[in-house]
């Protein structure tokens, strides 16, 4: 059986931070990932912005600033105050990681200004998540105490007396039930977006960490906030779920482009933060208005760029895309492109504090898997920023609690390994009109589409929780799976099912409760917000059947105030 000190769940950025952090400590470490390492997951997906303030006329208070209005006051002020406080200081580990960003030919920064910005604050990582992963991944070999583990699947966490000593996975490479213990555990396993048919995450994205920590009995909130992106490809088939960024687009200094709606009407003034530009897409949509296959058009064909500006242009800022859109044959200078809104990221999660713990001692979250820092909206730029800053945060935090443990307690996992095995064995018997893992998925992301997506009513969202009810007593025990051992494809994915059948319960109740529209929650039958000093964050735990409602956390004493 494995032992370390700190056990990381996730293998994106905030993880392979938390875990280099935990390990320049001088922590036995080890990283467990549910695939390969630097290659699976969303950070590798991700675009390149990391916001932090860059410029001499910025200022970190106008940064807390924008991030706040921008979340619709949502946000855990605490928190933001942490992240803009060291997003500078995360930027120079970055680069003596060996990461690069992009600058002017005499040494500073090229910041651009993204929608929801006062000034621009967007740096742009050379090679996007890829190349931060990358150079996360190279830093990562420096520590001869910190131990990557591939292709594991968390399965649970493993309790004493209401705190965390290991964890019980899944080992992908011979199908076998595994243990490994510790003295504390940091969550970054990203988000679940997963639940959204339509969504432009990794296909791992099924909320692996939320679960697991609602499992240990840690508090969750906002689980009804998912952030919508409204320009990724829906036709043609061939470059479906391809991400262009409208920031880009609508910036005169970028792209000078325009989105078009069905009609080949412009419908967008300005360049408004991702809430507010959903809203309008989905008008378009709604009045008839949408494009052929229900989005709306990205124009660069007529931008008041030349031809040669508005390829350096693409080439400066969005090279990936640029080019593989043009292999598969669609050249943005010369054809529009149909784009419509994705689930994007998961701006709920598990509930932490300044010094990313939860409510359970010894478990620590950090990334996209915690909730409570972009509140209701995340502006561009800052979830980068989050994996590094909450990151670092959570492994320094992580190797504290462990070093003030005494060793991993002598008693073994068998009861609970015996426990899945049985639910397993379950899956393999023969069974009337089974169904396999994939159309059960693909069920319930279709529900959740229809019912808790963009638009929300009460009605919509009442027979969407009954039908989700109705997975757990019918549908997932009719899961059939086939005999596999490595690489149990299907068996990862009826693990996966289990997730997410419970985790869209959580969304579904938490969507009922929030009686307001907020940001990207948008409730057709509560189209008003609720005023700053009365919005709560809707908190869910184990045991406590519905929702309730706790405070915001405000700040007043920011740091870079003295």
């Avoid at 095995?421 to 069920?443: A, N, Y």
């Amino acid at each position: 059986m494995l032992e370390c000190d700190v056990l990381v769940i996730g293998g994106g950025g905030a993880g392979m931070r938390a875990a280099i952090e935990a390990a320049r400590l001088g922590c036995e470490v080890i990283l467990a990932d549910k695939g390969p390492v630097g290659r699976s997951g969303t950070t590798p997906m991700a675009m390149e912005a990391f916001q932090a303030v860059c410029l001499p006329e910025d200022s970190k208070e106008l940064h807390f600033q924008d991030t706040v209005e921008g979340g619709r006051f949502l946000n855990d002020e605490k928190l933001v105050a942490v992240l803009v406080e060291r997003a500078p200081e995360a930027v120079k580990d970055l680069e003596r990681f060996g990461i690069r960003f992009k600058k002017k030919d005499d040494g500073r920064y090229d910041p651009m200004h993204h929608a929801g910005q006062t000034l621009p604050r967007t740096l742009f990582i050379q090679g996007g998540g890829y190349g931060l992963m990358m150079g996360l991944l190279k830093e990562s070999r420096r520590h001869r105490n910190l131990t990557i583990l591939q292709d594991v699947m968390a399965i649970k966490i493993w309790l004493e007396e209401g705190v965390p000593w290991g964890a019980i996975f899944l080992d992908l490479k011979d199908g076998e039930l595994k243990a490994m213990k510790c003295k504390a555990v940091v969550l970054a396993t990203g988000g679940y977006q997963e639940l959204w048919s339509m969504n432009d995450a990794a296909c791992t994205a099924c909320g692996d960490g939320v679960f697991l920590a609602y499992g240990a009995g840690a508090e969750l909130v906002d689980l009804e906030m998912m952030q919508f992106y409204p320009t990724v490809v829906i036709h043609p088939p061939s470059v479906k779920g391809t991400l262009f960024q409208y920031e880009l687009v609508l910036d005169p200094e970028a792209f000078a482009g325009k989105l078009l709606n069905g009609r080949m009407q412009p419908f967008i003034e300005g360049q408004p933060v991702r809430d507010k530009i959903i809203q309008l897409l989905w008008k378009e949509v709604r009045a008839g208005r949408g494009s052929e296959h229900g989005g709306v058009y990205i124009d660069l064909v007529h931008s008041s760029k030349g031809r040669q500006e508005l390829t350096e242009a693409l080439e400066k800022w969005q090279p990936n895309q640029f080019h593989y859109l043009k292999d598969m044959g669609l050249d943005l200078r010369d054809s529009l492109i149909e784009v419509g809104p994705h689930a994007h990221f998961a701006l709920g999660g598990i509930h932490i504090d300044e010094s990313a713990a939860t409510t359970v001692p010894g478990l620590f979250a950090a990334g996209e898997a915690a909730g409570n820092l972009h509140g209701a909206n995340r502006l561009s730029g800052n979830a980068l920023a989050e994996t590094q800053v909450f990151g670092t945060l959570t492994g320094s935090s992580a190797a504290a609690f462990a070093r003030k443990r005494r060793a991993c307690p002598s008693g073994k996992f068998e009861n609970e390994i015996e426990e899945v095995k049985e639910k397993i064995g379950q899956w393999h018997k023969p069974k009337k009109d089974s169904l396999r893992p994939f159309q059960v998925r693909q069920q319930l992301q279709e529900l959740m589409w229809e019912k808790a997506g963009i638009e929300r009513r009460e009605e919509g969202l009442g027979q969407a929780l009954g039908v989700v009810e109705g997975f757990k007593s019918d549908v997932l025990p009719r899961m059939k799976l086939n005999p596999e051992k490595i690489y149990p494809l299907e068996l990862q994915e009826a693990l996966e099912m289990e997730m997410m059948v419970s985790l869209s319960t959580l969304v579904l109740k938490s969507a009922l409760h929030r009686r307001e529209s907020r940001g990207h929650h948008f409730r057709q039958d509560f189209p008003g917000a609720k005023a700053r000093e009365k919005v709560q964050h809707t908190a869910v735990r184990q045991g406590i059947p519905e929702p309730w409602g706790i405070p915001v956390p405000r700040e007043e004493a920011y740091p870079w105030k003295g």
